[in-house]
C-alpha cells in the first residue's frame, strides 16, 4: 500500500488547514499521526474503514475532523483553531487488517512520507 500526504504549509495560530492522504488501497483503518523534532511521533486521529467510527488525541478534540472518501482513496485531516505547538510533520498510516481503535505506531504497517505543518504565533 502506498500513501501520499499532502497539504501542509505555513499558517497562522487561530487558522485552518485541510491534509489529505490519498491511498493505493482502500481496505485500511487509516490514521494520522504528528512528529516535532525531537518527539516521539504522536497518534492524532484514526478512522475505521467505513468511515463511522472516528477517534482523536485530546489534545485536537473539537479541533481536527478525520474523514475519508473511499470513492476517492482518500482520508483527510482537516485541522481548525490551530495552535503553534500543532507545528510537526503529519503522518497517514495505512492499517490493512481494518482494525477499530488503532492508537499506536506499531499497530499500522504503511505510512506515507509526511508534510510539515507550520503554526506561527
Known amino acids: 500500500v502506498q500513501l501520499q500526504a499532502s497539504g501542509g504549509g505555513l499558517v497562522q495560530a487561530g487558522g485552518s488547514l485541510r491534509l489529505s492522504c490519498a491511498a493505493s488501497a482502500s481496505s485500511c483503518s487509516m490514521g494520522w499521526f504528528r512528529q516535532s523534532p525531537g518527539q516521539e511521533r504522536d497518534f492524532v486521529a484514526g478512522?475505521?474503514?467505513?468511515?463511522?467510527?472516528?477517534y482523536y488525541a485530546d489534545s485536537v478534540k473539537g479541533r481536527f475532523t478525520v474523514s475519508r472518501n473511499n470513492a476517492k482513496n482518500t482520508v483527510y485531516l482537516q485541522m481548525t483553531s490551530l495552535k503553534p505547538e500543532d507545528t510537526a510533520i503529519y503522518y497517514c498510516a495505512c492499517d490493512p487488517t481494518g482494525s477499530w481503535y488503532r492508537i499506536y505506531v506499531d499497530e499500522y504497517d504503511y505510512w506515507g512520507q509526511g508534510t510539515l505543518v507550520t503554526v506561527s504565533s
Open positions: 478512522i475505521n474503514l467505513s468511515g463511522v467510527n472516528r
